[in-house]
């Protein structure tokens, strides 16, 4: 079918704020959210610092949720369920006026942040507190939603899994309206303990914000972040009928797996470069349109060499001409939650024509050559947007995000 997939609601909760403006804002001021981990003393790790969602989190949920449903979830599935609400007022949606059957809800969820750190768990509430699928369920109780309702477990890429996922649901005719993106948070003893012995994590504690620092020379591994992000897909059909205010056009995606390591990519950035040239393909876009592109850019050092390495084979020449930044400088990495928060990002780009910064880009590495948009955010026309999820497993995502009508 030709029906069109609009982006008609967003939302994002990040260590940069607890709504979609919020975040934007100081996307482009190239603010740090990264600082010393409060949820818990993290004294005796190596790595203690991360990106965390504001305090104020606490009262905002408190307000927001109602007590009974309070004690059932999570301090991510919060996240993820507030997030999601304030994405549907924000796109005007009143789902009485919809076929609910035919709306949808498909999360990426790596787990529910039911950790050593979260409070008030006890057998009352532990079941339900860890079901990855309560956040889907949760906001489909909540409207009354009917239609397919799932969530998906790809490591960092979920939630752009996610998304692709509720494209395929819209294009081929079975969904009017797809809830699409995830929750994440690792912040918890034992996960950075565990990446730590994996040597994966900056353990550059002092000062938190210089710490990630993707695509640089003395980069030293990933700063772990928190959040959640919302989009609302909707078809073309649907959007036009009720005068939808319209953010951009998912125009494909690509889905593959390297097959190779289960934390390594794949030699040369091969398996990257599949993936994005796979999205261009099944997109139906020109090499020449993609004015953008959110990198996975996780300030690892084969992650940065290999998606340098990916988008010169896509490109060629012209790889040097496209602006190539990572929102992972200032947020961190949000695991699950990173495609739908970058694509987000990466949305607002082609909506607004701003670029975002790669901050902390002060001794580039000889061996990365590109356009990493360094410390200041800049202006300038986006057509065409990529937003790449490189996961452990092999488990590769490249949104491809376009212009809406004028």
């Not at 750190?117 to 079941?127: C, L, P, S, W």
């Not at 009354?144 to 969530?151: A, C, K, V």
């Amino acid at each position: 079918m030709n029906n069109k997939v609009l982006i008609t609601g967003l939302n994002v909760i990040s260590s940069l704020g607890l709504n979609l403006q919020s975040n934007w804002e100081n996307v482009l001021r190239g603010k740090s959210g990264i600082k010393r981990i409060t949820l818990f003393d993290p004294s005796g790790l190596q790595t203690q610092i991360a990106a965390q969602v504001p305090d104020e989190f606490e009262e905002y949920a408190a307000r927001k949720v109602r007590k009974r449903l309070a004690r059932q979830m999570t301090r991510v599935t919060k996240m993820c369920y507030l997030c999601a609400l304030d994405a549907v007022e924000n796109s005007g949606i009143n789902f009485e006026n919809f076929d609910k059957s035919r709306c949808a809800v498909i999360l990426g969820v790596v787990n529910t942040g039911n950790s050593s750190v979260e409070k008030d768990t006890d057998a009352k509430n532990r079941i339900i507190k860890g079901m990855n699928n309560a956040m889907s369920a949760w906001i489909s109780i909540e409207y009354g939603l009917t239609g397919p309702n799932y969530t998906v477990a790809t490591a960092c890429s979920s939630s752009a899994y996610a998304i692709g996922l509720g494209y395929d649901l819209i294009k081929s005719g079975q969904a009017d309206i797809v809830i699409t993106g995830g929750a994440d948070s690792i912040i918890n003893p034992e996960e950075i303990s565990g990446f730590n012995e994996l040597f994966a994590l900056s353990i550059e504690n002092d000062p938190p914000e210089k710490a990630s620092k993707p695509f640089s020379k003395n980069r030293d591994g990933f700063v772990i972040g928190e959040g959640a992000g919302i989009m609302i897909l909707e078809s073309e059909v649907s959007a036009k009928a009720r005068h939808a205010q319209v953010y951009a056009e998912v125009a494909g995606y690509s889905f593959t797996n390297e097959a190779y390591s289960i934390m390594a990519p794949m030699k040369d950035g091969e398996g990257m470069a599949h993936t994005i040239e796979l999205a261009i393909k099944n997109s139906g876009i020109n090499k020449a349109e993609v004015d953008y592109i959110n990198a996975h850019g996780t300030a690892t050092t084969l992650n940065d060499k290999y998606e340098t390495l990916a988008i010169k084979k896509v490109f060629g020449d012209r790889a040097y001409h496209i602006p190539v930044s990572s929102s992972k400088s200032m947020i961190g990495h949000t695991v699950g939650a990173a495609g739908v928060i970058e694509g987000a990002i990466s949305v607002l780009s082609v909506l607004y024509n701003k670029l975002p910064p790669t901050i902390n880009l002060d001794e580039p590495d000889p061996e990365l050559d590109l356009d990493y948009v360094p410390n200041h955010s800049r202006d300038q026309n986006v057509r065409v947007a990529l937003s790449n999820s490189f996961a452990f497993g092999g488990h590769n995502v490249t949104l491809v995000f376009r212009k809406g009508k004028e």
